[in-house]
Every structure is written in structure tokens, then in C-alpha cells.
Nanobody, 126 residues
Framework: DVQLAESGGGSVQSGGSLELACAGS????????KGWFRQSPGKERDVVAF???????TYADSVKGRFTISQDNAKNALLLRMNNLKPEDTAVYVC????????????????????RGRGTQVTVSS
């Protein structure tokens, strides 16, 4: 069974940086989509970024140029480097994964991701 666990959240001031990590077990990088999602109180859950098995990446417009999603294959970890953080980035960040079939493609649809972590809080103060 796939298990995911996030780490690296915390509190920073506006303009600061954080790196989130999602440790995974039970799946191979090339056959899974992996993504980061976030949710703030009173707001809908949004996709932040996702990465396909071939390494291609997609970002939400709000984080383009500031966030970088990547994989550390040696550690089987999904990373999210967040630079120039803004107060509106404050949210619970959750990593998720799903199997991708031969005629399937990765997307930012939360409901297609069958494996999810519990989340880590990121708070950005102005």
C-alpha cells in the first residue's frame, strides 16, 4: 500500500523560503502522478503543482516562478521548494499520488489522487 508523509512546514515571514518533503513508500516514480495541493480555511482546495512519471511538471499560475516541484529518487521523496512566500500562500499543504495508466495523463484533479498525506501547515506572515 502507498503511504505518504509530509514534512518541512512551518512559519516564515513574507519573502522567505521553505522546502516541503513528502516521503513515499510502496510505489515507483515512473508509474505515478504526484502532486502538491493546499487548502486554507474557508477556501477550496487547490492544486499547487504536479509531476508526471516522465518528469514533466505543471504549476498553478499563482506559484509559477516561485515554487519548484521535484523528486529525490534516492530518497523516494517528492519535494516542493517554495521561494518568495506570500501571506496568501498560508495553507495546509498535502501531497498526493495516483497511478497513471498507459493511456492516461496527470492532472490537477484532487479526486483522481487515491493516496494522500495528512498535510503540513505553512504560515506566512506579512
Amino acid at each position: 500500500d502507498v503511504q505518504l508523509a509530509e514534512s518541512g512546514g512551518g512559519s516564515v515571514q513574507s519573502g522567505g523560503s521553505l522546502e516541503l518533503a513528502c516521503a513515499g513508500s510502496g510505489y515507483a516514480s515512473t508509474t505515478y502522478c504526484k502532486g502538491w495541493f493546499r487548502q486554507s480555511p474557508g477556501k477550496e482546495r487547490d492544486v499547487v503543482a504536479f509531476i508526471s512519471g516522465d518528469g514533466s511538471t505543471t504549476y498553478a499560475d499563482s506559484v509559477k516562478g516561485r515554487f519548484t516541484i521535484s523528486q529525490d529518487n534516492a530518497k523516494n521523496a517528492l519535494l516542493l521548494r517554495m521561494n518568495n512566500l506570500k501571506p496568501e500562500d498560508t495553507a495546509v499543504y498535502v501531497c498526493a499520488a495516483r497511478i497513471i495508466g498507459p493511456y492516461d495523463y496527470c492532472s490537477g484533479d484532487w479526486f483522481t489522487y487515491g493516496w494522500r498525506g495528512r498535510g503540513t501547515q505553512v504560515t506566512v506572515s506579512s
